[in-house]
């Protein structure tokens, strides 16, 4: 649904300042005023260039810009959205889960859930968890969402024989995290590994972007505190909802000698 822009502003042609920039303050004010709420979707453009009387060409520079500021996101197909509020924050280098994140950040996490079934371990997930080819892996795929908005989607695999309980349980709302403390187990490490892909056909269907645009991949194997895999991740990011913020120490004997 979307709403029409409420300022008393105006964009003034005789103004020093380009219209486009004219056109991004009246907006960035409606949204830190909280008229333009996170998730909410702008007019479509035509009204929008009626209610600015300004050209499409310079909305749409306005509008990019307000999406590299991390205010807006692009939806292919459907328009512009509010984007959600510290959607475009760090994400931390700390061990917890989306749910775990979102309420931190103030926000709602929920999911889409696109798959919730066992199948057997192939010969490559049967050596990342060391486990017999065959072995039934309970699988979890889902669209993660930040205030309604699509951050990620999330491919899990968990040994079956760890989560009997899994499949009657509703992914859309249930914690993962949550879900494993219920059955005893304890995450405590992530190997984790970030690379950047485009999106296939697939990804940009259920993140709301375009083909080709950047994803963050990252590739998580959780284990316990004896090393145990509990379970393996597939997270594809959308490249301007993510980011991870990370640290690097230098120890005393790699410091170069005075």
Known sequence: MSTALETTGTIRPDYPEPLWIQAVNLITGEITSGVLKPGMRLPPERELCLQLNISRVTLRKALNKLVEDGLLNASH?????????????????????????????????????????????????????????????????????????????????????????????????ASLYDELGHAGLAPVRADSTIEAREADAYAAKHLDIEVGKPLLVMHQLVVDAAEKPLFASKIQYSGDRYRLRTHFSRNAFGRAPR
């Not at 979102?102 to 066992?118: E, N």
């Not at 065959?134 to 989607?153: C, H, K, M, W, Y």
């Open 77 to 173: 197909g459907r328009g512009w959205y509010v984007a959600a509020a510290g959607a475009s924050k760090e994400w931390p280098n700390s061990l917890e889960s989306f749910s775990e994140t979102a309420a931190r950040m103030g926000l709602k996490a929920s999911s889409r859930v696109l798959k919730a079934a066992t199948a057997a371990a192939t010969i490559d997930e049967a050596e990342e968890f060391s486990i017999a080819p065959g072995t039934r892996l309970f699988s979890l795929d889902r669209v993660r969402l930040l205030n309604d908005v699509p951050i990620a989607i999330d491919f899990t695999r968990i040994p079956a024989d760890l989560v009997p309980g899994f499949a009657d349980v509703d992914f859309a709302t």
